[in-house]
């Protein structure tokens, strides 16, 4: 079964376009239905990419950055 992701304007806000390779993802605690994901651009740098799930086939993409020391610490990473 394929995933389909779809993206908000706002996950392109801080200039990500791509995620190579996923390291960690999990559900943020504070906020229900709403996964991070860890990982690297083509270019290694670390990023942070936030989603939502829709259905059982899509996910939505509403925040991709580089990824904040704050995420680090509290995933244990």
């Known amino acids: ?3 389909v992701v779809e993206f908000t304007k ?3 806000r801080h200039g ?3 995620l ?4 960690h993802a ?3 605690n504070a906020f229900p ?3 991070v994901v860890i990982g690297f651009d083509r270019a290694g740098n670390p990023l942070e990419v936030m989603y939502n799930p829709i259905d059982a086939n899509t996910i939505n993409v509403f ?3 580089k990824v904040r020391k704050s995420f680090i610490v509290q995933l244990n990473l």
């Open 16 to 18: 990500i376009s791509t």
């Open 33 to 35: 239905e709403k996964y």
């Open 26 to 28: 999990s559900a943020i």
């Open 63 to 65: 925040h991709a950055m």
């Open 20 to 23: 190579k390779t996923k390291v």
């Open 1 to 3: 079964m394929e995933v």
């Open 10 to 12: 706002s996950a392109f």
